[in-house]
């Protein structure tokens, strides 16, 4: 998938363009992907790390949360004006 991915502009990595990057290859060829089987130890390791992705992002969800919370005990405007920007490394980092 990473070959795949070097074709196509950008360098940003989020699961939206891996999928897009997955559904391309698979439309235009298809030998290139190959099937998982259903019961192997292939299967159980992709099941395990897509639970703890799930863990994790249920947990930055939860802290995102907790951050807005006590930004908005602290000053309501400075929350406001953050936004969704909130997130990003340099409001974490004036934070």
């Given at each position: 998938?990473?070959?795949?991915?070097?074709?196509?502009?950008?360098?940003?990595?989020?699961?939206?363009?891996?999928?897009?990057?997955?559904?391309?290859?698979a439309?235009s060829?298809?030998?290139?992907?190959?099937?998982?089987?259903?019961?192997?130890?292939?299967?159980?390791?992709?099941?395990?790390?897509?639970s703890?992705?799930?863990?994790?992002?249920?947990?930055?969800?939860?802290?995102?949360?907790?951050?807005r919370?006590?930004?908005?005990?602290?000053?309501p405007?400075?929350?406001?004006?953050l936004?969704?920007?909130?997130?990003?490394?340099f409001?974490?980092?004036?934070?």
């Amino acid at each position: 998938m990473r070959r795949a991915a070097g074709i196509l502009p950008g360098e940003a990595k989020t699961d939206r363009r891996d999928a897009f990057v997955i559904a391309m290859t698979a439309a235009s060829i298809p030998t290139a992907l190959r099937p998982v089987p259903n019961r192997s130890d292939t299967r159980a390791d992709l099941a395990a790390l897509a639970s703890y992705d799930d863990d994790c992002r249920c947990d930055m969800t939860r802290e995102i949360n907790r951050l807005r919370a006590h930004l908005l005990e602290i000053s309501p405007t400075f929350e406001r004006a953050l936004g969704d920007s909130v997130t990003s490394l340099f409001a974490l980092k004036l934070l």
